[in-house]
């Protein structure tokens, strides 16, 4: 759900790019964004695109052709960043678990220790399957190898802890439209020095130019070198949205969200449901994902809930295609009035 601020915020006036306003608005952008993440990287800023563009300017930039990308893989969005992996001309392996289990130390220590990588990946909220790894067990082992790590942080930031200096993540991306309750449009970004140091140094230049990480950053440092236009409105509902978290406070926002999700399992549990995840500390607390009891159609119950409720549940991707329901509540959406609604729908529905 876009936060109502957020949509009275894009009806501003569309300025140009170096318009001192957009400048200031772009600079406190960065600094919100550094908060949410939990960062002080000075390479933090929003590129334009969608969460995939944000993996995708991850990998075309710190993973080279022939160079070794391990990839911990859990579910729908980890095998996208291997199969992008592919695609930029890695050598890409692959530490599998079942889907909706997560990663321990060992697991990752014996993986990278076996593997020698250049760069490891792992997704922090892995929206197909409801796990949650925040990273700890695979940062060290990482660093230790001396490889560079990639996190996709595009359902944990803004809802739950990133916390990318302290967990040791190198690259961190994600997305406008989930936890920053904003449109779909804007991928942040965020580089640690380590990883820009090794991009400065890096001879051959990325495959990608859209996503060239050195060009856009000029763009956000003094004197502002053009790269690409960037799209204002898109820029307004984000600065509003991370208003809306600082009034809050981070740290409020992150138990809301558990406190209800929480709830909400419990619930959903008492009604026959179960709960992919099995550890309820692995889960993502505001996207709750469920296998339904064997008695219900899962697509006939989203559709009877969008139908008579305007309720929008997800389905299964890949593998759990047909399987589980994936519950989002993010952001306003993330309540508990919203969640007795949402309950006594599915009560009814099933
Ligand atoms: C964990 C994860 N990574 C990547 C993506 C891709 O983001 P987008 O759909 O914004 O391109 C998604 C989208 O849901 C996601 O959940």
Same mark, same amino acid.
Not at 124 to 131: D, I, M, P
């Given at each position: 759900m876009v936060d109502p601020r957020a949509y009275e915020a894009m009806g501003q006036p569309v300025t140009g790019i170096r318009d001192p306003y957009f400048l200031s608005i772009m600079a406190e952008i960065q600094a919100g964004l550094r908060e949410v993440l939990?960062?002080?990287?000075?390479?933090?800023?929003?590129?334009?695109?969608?969460?995939s563009g944000g993996m995708e300017a991850a990998i075309g930039n710190f993973v080279r052709e022939g160079s070794k990308f391990a990839v911990f893989t859990a579910g729908h969005f980890?095998?996208?960043?291997?199969?992008?992996?592919?695609?930029?001309?890695?050598q890409v392996v692959r530490?599998?678990?079942?889907?909706?289990?997560?990663?321990?130390?060992?697991?990752?220590?014996?993986?990278?220790?076996?593997?020698?990588?250049?760069v490891v990946a792992?997704?922090?909220?892995?929206?197909?399957?409801?796990?949650?790894q925040s990273g700890r067990a695979i940062t060290a082992a990482a660093h230790e190898a001396g490889a560079l790590v990639i996190a996709d942080c595009v359902t944990s930031m803004g809802a739950m802890p990133v916390e990318m200096d302290s967990v040791g993540i190198d690259i961190a991306y994600s997305c406008s439209q989930k936890g920053l309750s904003c449109p779909a449009g804007l991928s942040p970004i965020s580089i640690s020095p380590r990883a820009w140091e090794w991009l400065e140094r890096r001879q051959d230049e990325p495959f990608t130019w859209y996503f060239d990480l050195r060009l856009i950053a000029k763009y956000f440092e003094e004197p502002h070198v053009y790269h690409h236009t960037p799209s204002p409105p898109l820029y307004y509902a984000m600065h509003q949205g991370l208003a809306v978290i600082e009034e809050e406070g981070l740290s409020n926002r992150w138990e809301r969200h558990k406190t209800v999700g929480q709830k909400l399992v419990t619930?959903?549990?008492?009604?026959?449901?179960?709960? *992919?995840?099995? %550890?309820? @500390?692995?889960?993502i607390w505001h996207l709750t994902v469920v296998l339904p009891p064997a008695h219900v159609d899962e697509a006939k119950?989203?559709?009877? *809930?969008?139908? %008579?409720? @305007?309720?929008?549940?997800?389905g299964g991707l890949g593998k759990l295609a047909g399987k589980i329901l994936r519950i989002g509540t993010?952001?306003?959406?993330?309540t508990e009035d919203q969640?007795?609604?949402?309950?006594?729908?599915?009560?009814t529905a099933i």
């Open positions: 939990g960062t002080k990287n000075s390479k933090t800023f929003p590129i334009p695109s969608s969460g980890a095998e996208r960043m291997a199969t992008m992996g592919q695609r930029h001309r890695a530490c599998n678990k079942e889907w909706g289990e997560v990663f321990s130390r060992e697991e990752a220590s014996a993986f990278i220790e076996r593997e020698k990588p250049d792992f997704v922090q909220a892995e929206t197909s399957t409801g796990a949650y619930e959903l549990v008492k009604l026959g449901f179960e709960p *992919l995840v099995k %550890k309820s @500390g692995d889960r119950l989203r559709d009877r *809930l969008m139908n %008579k409720y @305007g309720i929008e549940i997800a993010m952001g306003p959406l993330s969640a007795a609604f949402l309950l006594d729908a599915i009560a």
